[in-house]
């Protein structure tokens, strides 16, 4: 599996007063979308926390497409975009379903540290994951 695809059903709680999506809810979606990408691959966050790995989240891009409105379905596709050891970069294309209208493309980067906060190189203490992210990193 190089890219995942997700599917999230818009909320009425996540529209604004113009009846459209808030823009915040977005980095949510690419949150939703990254963890299950992990799931799929073995190496959920739940997984990784217990092996005393922690990612947290150094930079979020987006741009924006189009609106999205209470109740249309949105297919997050996720790849993995780089991976430098200590440091991942995914990518999201958001499209509306069903005709694939784009919604967004963004882009989010981390770190691994240990729960102390120190670096941590991958292929060094976790090489089974560091091979998994280079596996889906050279076939996308």
């Not at 790995?53 to 109740?71: D, R």
């Not at 993995?80 to 694939?100: D, H, I, N, S, T």
């Not at 203490?125 to 560091?130: G, I, L, R, V, Y």
Request: hydrophobic content about 35%; aromatic content about 10%; overall charge negative.
């Amino acid at each position: 599996m190089k890219v995942d695809k997700y599917i999230h059903k818009v909320q009425y709680y996540e529209t604004d007063k113009m009846g459209v999506t808030h823009h915040s809810n977005y980095v949510r979606w690419m949150e939703e979308a990254r963890v299950n990408f992990l799931d799929k691959i073995g190496f959920g966050y739940r997984k990784l926390e217990e092996d005393g790995i922690i990612s947290p989240v150094l930079a979020v891009e987006c741009e924006f497409k189009n609106p999205t409105v209470f109740a249309d379905e949105v297919e997050i596709e996720t790849r993995v975009a780089e991976f430098r050891g200590v440091r991942l970069v995914m990518e999201y294309v958001m499209r509306k379903l069903p005709g694939g209208e784009p919604v967004l493309t963004g882009r989010t980067k981390h770190c691994f540290v240990t729960p102390a906060g120190r670096p941590i190189i991958l292929e060094h203490s976790f090489p089974e994951f560091a091979n998994k992210l280079k596996e889906l990193l050279e076939n996308s």
